[in-house]
């Protein structure tokens, strides 16, 4: 409410080795020496810590190999630390090492181009302060790293060592891990165990396994690697037995299932090629388990398969062969056929020797963490880059840019595992990488999970379920090579300081949050959808809007335009038309539909097995058809003097296995490939001022409206239940969007059906359903899609729509501010929304509806805490000023009488 005294800052504290960034209201502080980590993340108004435990500030996985982005180990309970504690924390093994930092101010990742009405304070790039941490990726992650220390080997050549351990099924008598005298050779049924165990040295950070999958036909007991801890058994094995349904490696941890697959291990079925012999790997370190495989051969080529959290202490044994689920000794029925796999060779090794760098050598690879923290909002913004100044390429697989060790929201002391669980109250965490949604929490949910933390051995809940460790990751990829000489740059977290559990309070502070990072999204222009695309007809239109003060005009779905002719006299007979809606200020677009269609040829995605795409189908970009109907689209714009695009709908994250070189390599890189196309485009019609209706949430990079959110096929129900369900849309949408961010729809003609009684036309026998649509509208500040082929038939109509119009823009930046939620349409009460704004000259504006057929007079307290009133309040309405006074708790009582069917707004000022 009054940001002007939270202003940030980055400060450095030389004694203790720290860096801080903070604006009053949140602060994250860093250790910087003699290790890297966040060692403080707290509300500063609330002095609430967010976090429990120290974790690395993120993770790259190189060329196949994980890195950790700082870290600190040993704190001795993940509950908490001390100050006492934090002096003994070691620097992460392994962990890429800080070795500087800058600092600055926010920088703009691509231009806004204001060629409209905004919000008054909007700004860009937000005000604030900005750091930037540099890690060195070691030689070794470029070239190899120094060679290990072998602390025992067995190649299986001879009898069977007395120091395994065998443990076999009693299914049947032949079930044997020395099958003929052959030592690590398995005979047994495909679901039945058979494993051998030995202990490991407590030095032991690598063990390699070579494994021989043969005849076997399991899954989940199909032979693998196993880690005995002091709680349990971590593991990986082959699936020979599964044929490209669900994965080829499978990970166990207490029982919980992951899968994996790589490309390069597939027979023509998908499943896992069983012609040749594998080597499985696990890499310790600190907190994780590296689990990676590699066929059998020289050269090893080591490829990612899991990253597990690593129980705490050392594992205490290597257990190789076939387990159940659990790592243990099990059976499943049926037992499955019988056949032979076998376990070729075990080596363990310890640590790596460090190479030194030749003196004066810059590192070939610098990770860069980078954050913003902005003025006035608990806000802070967190990327990474990975710039390659070495002489090689480098592919980074995979990108962790954030885990946190969350405080718990609940401690549950048991969990079902079908039940819902909370997510964090105190903080909220999102990135710009979004996509397949209108809501953020499905857009985000590929890359931003809350789950279990298994160090975490005192949490209340005994199967260490609780979900409390928040890691911001995409499932895929992002699988990109970066070339000598140039720079990776992530996609952004926003991470938001909660400071109550009030619905309302996290909801505006969400809604501001939205406005510093996209503040275009507070565009909110007046739109007609133009159902024809006669440009005759689309000029008599372009009239009607320049004559009511509507402000843009969009050629819309089944309009007969198309976007994709490129001729140069069709696209020259429509700059005409956009030159003439300019001379009239109304700004003309179009649509184009491209997630849901198929266009065949090879160009649509092909989504892996088990996966469906979210439409139905979906051209890849990275198709030849893609790209050319991308090149259309960049042609579209200067070519036409189009201002608005509508996008039905953008790429919405579906995942495409098929090489399209050389774009796309396949499954693993076709995700962050689409998405970066796609927000590069988005991001371009920003910089040239072009508004973007996108069903989809790309706000962050670029997009100004996604849907309100509305069920389509309810525009042919018959009008009276339209306004009711316009208003409850609204009062919905609004908790997760401002009331510019959202579109809604007023089917002037006929949509999905319904006939007459669903319709608007003709408008003059139905102008007083218009202007109660017109009016749920305006009133709470959102624009409507109004579709049809004209806004008026006759002079009334016209009247009445200019008339609703000059009252929106007369109360336009109120209106478009912010709203508190005082009561839901229920078609039997009053119901309403109050617009605030403590900046403007008038601080708060009602607008309450009845949705009745008859009048209604209620007494309703107004909260004007966050208009910033108190005190003496002066109300106006139907031109009369009343003074009021504001209790206690900034609210007042006020008298509401609102006629059948009508509508009433009064003000509220500072007196």
């Avoid at 697959?261 to 012609?275: C, E, H, N, R």
Wanted: net charge neutral.
């Amino acid at each position: 409410m009054q940001p002007q005294g939270f202003k940030a800052s980055v400060s450095k504290n030389e004694e203790r080795s720290e860096v801080t960034l903070s604006n009053g209201l949140i602060r994250r502080t860093f250790q910087i020496a003699p290790g890297f980590a966040t060692t403080a993340f707290e509300l500063t108004a609330t002095g609430e810590s967010l976090i429990r435990a120290v974790r690395p500030e993120g993770a790259v996985t190189l060329d196949g190999r994980r890195y950790d982005i700082g870290g600190l180990s040993g704190q001795p309970n993940q509950a908490f630390f001390t100050e006492a504690w934090l002096k003994d924390l070691k620097p992460a093994p392994d962990a890429l090492r800080f070795i500087g930092m800058s600092t600055g101010v926010p920088v703009a990742p691509f231009a806004w181009k204001q060629v409209r009405h905004h919000a008054p304070d909007a700004t860009w790039p937000p005000k604030g302060a900005a750091v930037k941490f540099d890690f060195e990726v070691p030689t070794s992650a470029v070239a190899a790293e120094g060679p290990r220390k072998v602390l025992w080997q067995d190649r299986f050549t001879t009898k069977l060592d007395p120091a395994w351990k065998v443990t076999r099924s009693n299914a049947a008598e032949r079930v044997s891990f020395e099958n003929e005298g052959k030592a690590g050779e398995i005979y047994a049924p495909a679901n039945v165990h058979c494993f051998a165990d030995r202990a490991l040295p407590a030095d032991a950070e690598v063990i390699e396994v070579g494994i021989d999958a043969g005849t076997d036909t399991g899954t989940s007991w199909g032979p693998g690697l196993g880690l005995v801890f002091e709680d349990r058994v971590v593991k990986v094995n082959l699936r020979p037995g599964d044929r490209g349904e669900h994965g080829q490696f499978e990970l166990r941890d207490s029982g919980e299932e992951r899968l994996a697959k790589v490309a390069a291990f597939a027979a023509k079925d998908g499943g896992l090629s069983t012609d040749q012999p594998y080597r499985l790997r696990a890499r310790l370190d600190a907190t994780v388990i590296h689990w990676e495989a590699s066929l059998d051969r020289e050269p090893l080529a080591w490829q990612p398969l899991f990253d597990s959290s690593r129980p705490a202490g050392a594992p205490k044994a290597v257990r190789v062969g076939k387990t159940d689920r659990k790592g243990g000794a099990s059976d499943e029925a049926p037992n499955g056929e019988w056949s032979r796999s076998h376990i070729t060779g075990v080596t363990v090794f310890g640590a790596a020797e460090a190479k030194p760098a030749s003196p004066g050598t810059k590192p070939a690879l610098i990770v860069s963490v980078h954050y913003e923290i902005y003025d006035g909002i608990p806000l802070l913004v967190k990327w990474i880059t990975v710039s390659n100044q070495g002489t090689k390429p480098v592919r980074l697989d995979k990108l962790n840019a954030e885990t946190l060790a969350l405080v718990e929201s609940r401690n549950h002391a048991d969990i079902q595992d079908e039940a819902a669980m909370t997510q964090p109250q105190s903080l909220r965490v999102e990135t710009d990488m979004t996509f397949g949604s209108f809501d953020a929490e499905q857009a985000n949910s590929h890359i931003v999970r809350i789950g279990s933390d298994p160090t975490y051995k005192t949490q209340v809940n005994y199967e260490l379920k609780e979900k409390c460790l928040l890691t911001v990751e995409p499932v895929r990829g992002p699988s990109q090579d970066i070339a000598p000489g140039t720079t990776f740059e992530s996609f952004r977290v926003f991470e938001l300081g909660m400071d109550s559990t009030d619905r309302e309070r996290s909801s505006l502070a969400y809604r501001k949050m939205m406005r510093t990072i996209a503040p275009w999204t507070t565009e909110n222009p007046l739109m007609m959808h133009m159902r024809d695309a006669n440009p005759d007809k689309v000029r008599a239109a372009i009239d009607q809007c320049a004559e009511v003060g509507f402000e843009m005009l969009i050629l819309s779905f089944g309009s007969g335009f198309n976007a994709e002719n490129n001729d140069p006299a069709y696209l020259a007979t429509w700059k005409q038309v956009a030159d003439y809606g300019k001379s009239k200020g109304i700004e003309l677009g179009c649509y184009s539909l491209y997630a849901s269609r198929s266009v065949g040829g090879g160009n649509d995605m092909v989504p892996p097995k088990d996966k469906k795409l979210q439409f139905g189908n979906c051209p890849a970009v990275t198709s030849p058809w893609g790209q050319s109907y991308l090149a259309k689209l960049e042609n579209l714009f200067p070519a036409t003097g189009f201002m608005v695009f509508e996008h039905d709908g953008p790429y919405p994250g579906d995942v495409d296995v098929t090489p399209r070189p050389p774009l796309q390599r396949g499954a693993d890189d076709s995700q962050w490939v689409h998405w970066r196309i796609w927000s590069d485009f988005y991001k371009g019609l920003r910089e040239k001022g072009v508004f973007i209706n996108a069903p989809d949430y790309y706000y962050a990079v670029g997009s100004n409206k996604c849907g309100m959110g509305y069920r389509e096929t309810n525009w042919s129900l018959p009008r009276a239940q339209q306004l009711i369900h316009t208003r409850q849309n609204i009062f919905d949408g609004t908790w997760e969007k401002t009331p510019s961010m959202g579109w809604m729809f007023v089917p002037l003609s006929v949509y999905h059906g319904g006939g007459a009684a669903a319709t608007i036309e003709p408008l003059d026998e139905h102008i007083d359903h218009y202007e109660a649509m017109m009016l749920g509208n305006l009133a709470a500040g959102v624009q409507a899609c109004y579709r049809g082929p004209r806004l008026y038939d006759t002079p009334r109509v016209r009247d009445m729509v200019r008339k609703n119009v000059t009252w929106f823009k007369a109360n336009r930046d109120l209106l478009e501010s912010d709203v508190l939620h005082l009561r839901r349409a229920n078609g039997r009460t009053l119901d309403g929304l109050l617009h605030v704004n403590p900046a403007l000259p008038t601080q708060a504006l009602l607008a309450v509806f009845n949705p009745t057929d008859h009048e209604i007079t209620e007494t309703w307290n107004i909260p004007l805490y966050y208009a910033g009133i108190a005190g003496d309040v002066v109300a106006k309405s139907d031109g009369k000023e009343q003074s009021l006074k504001a209790d206690r708790f900034c609210r007042i009582q006020q008298e509401l009488k609102v006629p059948a069917g009508g509508f009433r707004w009064i003000t509220y000022a500072r007196k």
